[in-house]
């Protein structure tokens, strides 16, 4: 068990990004580069213990008993999704059968994308937050006070498919992954309506997955020449009620499990898998969204790809009643519309929960 840095925001009076810059690409890139600008400068705090997955186990779900075990296998695999969804948040789905060859064009994708001239990219640097493509850098730099050490490209790529129209193939290819995880998200949303007690189409016929929004979710971290001092993603969960990542198998991610941070690099050929936010909200607090963030290294560019598969855009998101009734519970939160919440997730600082905690009761 190591103890490592933590991160808390430096109170850095008003950085600004250095002229010019629009990318981190730019100043990872540049000649020489030794130390990183203050404007990316995290205070490290000495608390936080991060764990490797080795000593810790992961939930891993293999999603091929799902749809084709025997009903003895399904039900025991729903039983298993429901203890990783109540435990962890978090799980490693195998034989998911999204093809590794497209996994990886996918990712080959992506970082065909970063390394775009910048000029090729300006068309794409949106402004709004659901503006259907949009590149730019950070998370949000119009109200963060210190930068994330990452670039990004957000696609939405359901109910109505975007995409940029470079790198060549790009457009086919991610055509192509998102039709696949939404498949196997609205089957593992089956399985999880059932662990909760519910029918198997209740998730998907409650939040109108027919209509449901995916968002695709490119990330792109160059080496940092002081990873210790620089944060790729702070701590956060994310607002869907699914997200798949994929990376290139450079490691980075860490999530937070009984108050410590676990490194997770995942097994070949795995998804990892959180639950968002507003599965939170529906199971009425007991699957609770995972909190977790990424880091960034010295020595290789890390390339990650989320996927976040939600309600529909209209839909008004609170605790499913009937599941209330089976628990005899109150709800614990507040209904809100799908719409709504991402604008304020997406537009707000990346902070641990603080939009979903507006909402608790
Ligand atoms: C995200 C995310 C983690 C990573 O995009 O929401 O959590 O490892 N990414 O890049
Ligand atoms: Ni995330």
Redesign the pocket.
Known sequence: MAETASFLVSSNPSPTLPQNITTIRTIAESPGLTSIPSAYTFTPTPHDQVVSETQVSLPVIDYSLLTSGTPHQRSKIVHDLGKACQNWGFFLMINHGVPESLVRSMIDGCRGFFDLPEEEKEEYRGKHVLDPIRCGTSFNASVEKVFFWKDFLKILSHPVFHSPSKPAGFSETSLEYSKRAREVARKLLKGISESLGLEPNYVEKALNLEQGLQVI?A?FYPPCPQPELAM??PP?S?HGLL?F?I?NGIS??QVQHKGKWVNINGIPNSILVNIGDHLEILSNGKYRSVL?R?MVNNKATRI?I?IAHGPSLDTVVSPAPELLEIEKKAAAYIGIKYKEYLEIHQSNKLDEKCNLDRLRI
Do not use: I, V, Y
């Open positions: 979710a990330n790729g993603m956060h994310d997200t990542l990376h980075g991610l977790h990424a990650s989320a």
